[in-house]
């Protein structure tokens, strides 16, 4: 499925929850997509907990990076991830708002994509710290292809002023 001598390119995807047992939901987001056969995942980040930039007062969000390899296209892969958020009890009734699970495709190795239904990389990337910091973590040196600089570049870059940093159970993983 995914071998061979072309290798699929890297799909970064970003997992976020701010409501309920975020953990939980971000977890069960990364097994649906998994267990769906098109997605495997080779490596995440840990989990950052977030500072809000939605609609009103909310609480903060927890966010994790997956790195993983696609059997499917971006566009049948944002359908997955949208019904993986479905499948949470996630309902678009605000946008920007509080949500028990969000999963953004953020970039696929190097294609630009702008369709009506997609745009990659996200075009938001290179503005969000609470995307770049768990990404920077994995993947340092992917490139976006449209700006030329490294995820790690964009992150010392970044004027989003919003606050990130390892939520507390990764921290007591680390002792």
Sequence with gaps: MFTGPCSPPDAYLLLGSNLGDRLAYIEAAARLLERSGRVRVTDRSRVYETEP????????????VLKAECEAGPLAVLSLALWAERALGRHRRTPKGPR????DLLAWGSLLV?????VL?????SR??????????????WR?????????E??????DPKAVRLFRAELDDER
Aim: glycine letters at 6%.
């Design 154 to 159: 964009l992150l010392q870059a970044c004027p």
């Design 121 to 125: 990389p996200h075009p938001a990337l």
């Design 128 to 141: 969000r710290r609470s995307a770049l910091a768990p990404l920077a973590e994995i993947a340092p040196m």
């Design 144 to 152: 976006h292809p449209k700006l030329g600089r490294t995820a790690a």
């Design 53 to 64: 930039s939605g609609v009103g007062a909310q609480p903060w969000y927890l966010n994790r």
């Design 100 to 103: 028990t699970v969000d999963v």
């Design 114 to 118: 702008c369709t009506p239904r997609l």
